[in-house]
């Protein structure tokens, strides 16, 4: 019982911090896309070791980071459909290639991908943290002549909501176990009770038995005499 709560709260962590990414990144796209999509788009095939000090990155890095005021993103990263990362508020990333799984499906379906990690370390806002928990949504821009422009990708903690379906799993199987035992312990005194029931009913039985065999041995002696 506890292990289908947590699957099934994981998978509504999953469902609702999907939507919340995916609506983060749209209003970013929608500030962004106007003045920097055609130069994201011309990315494509750059030598990855330009990208990080190009000027419009600092342009991209302030649209991003005024968006990601007060909610719970630790990281955004723009990939080209090639799978180079030709933004990131880490910076140090930028120009790398990503093999990642999300990413690939996420380009391929050509709709939101998006993968619970758990216990990872994450720089948040200059602030190093540890066994942290993240979906990880993969968002593809889509042209108009069907063709994936750019992915974007955020990592939304969780930990906070993670650690509160864990908690109440615990709590969960807890419970059920309690339960277990006390409809055990019920059982076990039914079933003593009737065992002492049978027990009493059985040395009644002996008793008039033995009852009947003494009458009949007096009634017979009387008889005969």
């Known amino acids: 019982l506890a292990t289908v709560y947590e699957w099934v709260e994981t998978r509504r962590l ?29 990315l494509t095939g750059r030598e990855p070791s330009t990208l990080r000090n190009l000027p419009q990155t600092t342009e991209i890095d302030r649209t991003v980071r005024q968006a990601m005021v007060a909610i719970p993103v630790i990281r955004l990263r723009i990939f ?28 391929q379906r050509q709709a ?3 993968i619970l990690t758990s216990n990872v370390a ?18 593809p821009k889509v042209t108009a002549d069907g063709k994936v422009a750019v992915v974007y990708e955020t990592y939304f903690d969780v930990t906070a909501a993670k650690d ?23 059982l076990h005194l039914i079933v ?8 009493r009913q059985y040395v009644a039985g002996i008793n008039l038995k033995n009852n009947l065999e003494g009458e009949v041995c007096r009634r017979t002696r009387h008889l005969t005499s």
């Open 112 to 114: 939101p991908t998006s």
């Open 14 to 42: 999953v469902r609702s911090s999907e939507l919340l990414n995916t609506t983060l990144i749209q209003s970013i796209d929608n500030a962004l896309w106007p003045r920097a999509g055609d130069y994201l788009q011309s």
């Open 122 to 139: 994450e720089r948040e806002r200059s602030i190093r943290r540890e066994d942290v928990d993240i979906i990880e949504t993969y968002f």
């Open 164 to 186: 509160r379906i864990e908690a109440d799993s615990t709590r969960a199987m807890l419970v059920s176990l309690l339960i277990l035992f006390l409809v055990y312990f019920a």
């Open 192 to 199: 003593a009770r009737a065992d002492r029931t049978m027990r």
């Open 80 to 107: 080209t459909p090639d799978g180079v990362i030709v933004f990131s508020t880490d910076d140090t990333e930028i120009g790398r290639k990503s093999e990642e799984a999300g990413f690939k499906a996420a380009r």
